[in-house]
């Protein structure tokens, strides 16, 4: 006999409801300019009183989180950020560092994505001046401290951690417990093109609300 | 009546209100499977290419969506996915399309807190620990255990019995004879839920 309370059983064939708690979209409602191509999932949370910009056809997954509690947060062309990732973090002291300008006196923003990035599941990127370059995977679970300055087409493998201020030369893997070497691989077109297959399906299975955030 | 912490389902699933389980069709649950809060599935990665027999008549198909089940997740029986674990298809481009592919496990997996899983398949009586990362495409076999912070490199196969820890993850010993009771679940499955049955021993 079924319980009084409609259960969503996951293996009936009736009509399913994903069960999703709602999350709570606390904290002041940022100023947004999302590119009309973007898919932001519904359950995406983005918090912070400075502007989020996601660019061309970049995706960002259910449970993402972009905060700018510390500056501007900006996501590149053809970006992918997986859920729980999150973008413009406090540090482990639970600090917000703002960016230092940089030689032109512009304020650097909180984060700044490169175009083709994977930020992979659970990823903290912290906020304060912090890059990441173009074509770069930070992997699952990795820590970019705040203000560091990783090159293009990195990998960082999952639950690796680059100090606050680091600056990461182009092509490098981080791997094991911090062992660091050079990516030879000469590969990064055929990963930019498969990032572009990936973002096409992805755009299908993430119903988008961008009108949500605006 | 209050509202337990837990769903529990009429095959014996007992899923925490709290977790967030995305594309619930595309998930399949075996049975007694325990789902702590603040997990997340996503069942919404689901394969997109189209299977080599596409159903026919599908004018009289059903509301939306195609007709057979499109299988993202797929959980067997006494699993326990424990608090903040994600569980994720892997993806990769075949036959020059990017797709998802399934993410089964098998009987009797428990999944540490804080532990993300990419895997293709999983096996039967599997122990995976704490704040583990599970590559893509891994293949973990039958009565494995995978100690707490390993992270399992992509594609990487894990044969039955081994002990598996380290970053990137290297077998380190082997499941001794008399370490294979550890593996079930089933007094675990008891202690959680709406009416716990405190643990033992």
Same mark, same amino acid.
């Given at each position: 006999?079924?319980?009084?309370?409609?259960?969503?059983?996951?293996?009936?064939?009736?009509?399913?409801?994903?069960?999703?708690?709602?999350?709570?979209?606390?904290?002041?409602?940022?100023?947004?300019?999302?590119?009309?191509?973007?898919?932001?999932?519904?359950?995406?949370?983005?918090?912070?009183?400075?502007?989020?910009?996601?660019?061309?056809?970049?995706?960002?997954?259910?449970?993402?989180?972009?905060?700018?509690?510390?500056?501007?947060?900006?996501?590149?062309?053809?970006?992918?950020?997986?859920?729980?990732?999150?973008?413009?973090?406090?540090?482990?002291?639970?600090?917000?560092?703002?960016?230092?300008?940089?030689?032109?006196?512009?304020?650097?923003?909180?984060?700044?994505? *490169?175009?083709?990035? !994977? &930020?992979?599941? /659970?990823?903290? @990127?912290?906020? #304060?001046?912090? =890059?990441? *370059?173009?074509?770069? !995977? &930070?992997?699952? /679970?990795?820590? @970019?401290?705040? #203000?560091?300055? =990783?090159?293009?087409?990195?990998?960082?493998?999952?639950?690796?951690?680059?100090?606050?201020?680091?600056?990461?030369?182009?092509?490098?893997?981080?791997?094991?417990?911090?062992?660091?070497?050079?990516?030879?691989?000469?590969?990064?077109?055929?990963?930019?093109?498969?990032?572009?297959?990936?973002?096409?399906?992805?755009?299908?299975?993430?119903?988008?609300?961008?009108?949500?955030?605006? | 009546?209050?509202?337990?912490?837990?769903?529990?389902?009429?095959?014996?699933?007992?899923?925490?209100?709290?977790?967030?389980?995305?594309?619930?069709?595309?998930?399949?649950?075996?049975?007694?499977?325990?789902?702590?809060?603040?997990?997340?599935?996503?069942?919404?990665?689901?394969?997109?290419?189209?299977?080599?027999?596409?159903?026919?008549?599908?004018?009289?198909?059903?509301?939306?969506?195609?007709?057979?089940?499109?299988?993202?997740?797929?959980?067997?029986?006494?699993?326990?996915?424990?608090?903040?674990?994600?569980?994720?298809?892997?993806?990769?481009?075949?036959?020059?399309?990017?797709?998802?592919?399934?993410?089964?496990?098998?009987?009797?997996?428990?999944?540490?807190?804080?532990?993300?899983?990419?895997?293709?398949?999983?096996?039967?009586?599997?122990?995976?620990?704490?704040?583990?990362?599970?590559?893509?495409?891994?293949?973990?076999?039958?009565?494995?255990?995978?100690?707490?912070?390993?992270?399992?490199?992509?594609?990487?196969?894990?044969?039955?019995?081994?002990?598996?820890?380290?970053?990137?993850?290297?077998?380190?010993?082997?499941?001794?004879?008399?370490?294979?009771?550890?593996?079930?679940?089933?007094?675990?499955?008891?202690?959680?839920?709406?009416?716990?049955?405190?643990?033992?021993?």
């Amino acid at each position: 006999m079924s319980s009084a309370t409609p259960s969503p059983d996951p293996r009936s064939h009736h009509k399913r409801h994903s069960i999703l708690p709602a999350v709570s979209q606390s904290g002041p409602k940022p100023p947004v300019q999302f590119s009309s191509s973007c898919t932001i999932a519904d359950s995406a949370l983005l918090t912070g009183p400075h502007t989020i910009i996601v660019s061309t056809e970049s995706v960002i997954h259910p449970r993402a989180r972009l905060e700018s509690l510390g500056g501007r947060v900006t996501v590149g062309r053809r970006c992918i950020v997986h859920e729980r990732a999150c973008l413009g973090a406090a540090d482990l002291q639970g600090r917000y560092h703002k960016g230092s300008p940089d030689k032109d006196g512009r304020s650097m923003g909180a984060v700044t994505l *490169g175009d083709y990035v !994977t &930020v992979e599941v /659970g990823a903290q @990127v912290e906020s #304060g001046g912090t =890059v990441i *370059g173009e074509g770069t !995977t &930070v992997g699952i /679970g990795t820590r @970019v401290g705040a #203000g560091a300055v =990783v090159g293009k087409h990195c990998t960082l493998t999952a639950n690796s951690t680059v100090a606050a201020g680091e600056v990461i030369p182009d092509y490098t893997v981080i791997y094991s417990n911090g062992l660091r070497r050079v990516d030879k691989r000469g590969v990064s077109d055929l990963k930019n093109k498969a990032q572009a297959r990936q973002i096409d399906v992805l755009r299908r299975l993430i119903p988008s609300n961008p009108a949500k955030f605006q | 009546p209050p509202r337990g912490e837990y769903i529990e389902t009429d095959t014996g699933n007992k899923v925490a209100r709290k977790a967030t389980l995305v594309g619930t069709q595309n998930i399949m649950l075996g049975g007694k499977t325990v789902i702590q809060p603040d997990v997340m599935i996503r069942g919404d990665l689901a394969r997109t290419i189209p299977s080599s027999h596409s159903s026919a008549g599908g004018s009289a198909g059903g509301s939306g969506g195609p007709g057979g089940s499109n299988t993202a997740v797929a959980i067997g029986r006494y699993c326990f996915l424990s608090r903040g674990c994600c569980l994720r298809p892997p993806g990769r481009v075949y036959k020059g399309v990017f797709t998802h592919m399934p993410l089964r496990l098998g009987d009797h997996v428990y999944i540490g807190p804080g532990t993300v899983v990419q895997a293709a398949q999983i096996g039967n009586h599997v122990h995976i620990g704490a704040k583990v990362v599970i590559g893509e495409f891994a293949i973990i076999k039958d009565y494995v255990k995978v100690l707490d912070g390993s992270v399992v490199p992509p594609n990487m196969v894990i044969p039955s019995f081994s002990i598996v820890a380290g970053q990137p993850a290297r077998i380190i010993g082997e499941i001794p004879e008399g370490g294979i009771e550890a593996f079930e679940l089933r007094e675990l499955y008891k202690t959680v839920g709406n009416n716990p049955v405190p643990a033992t021993g």
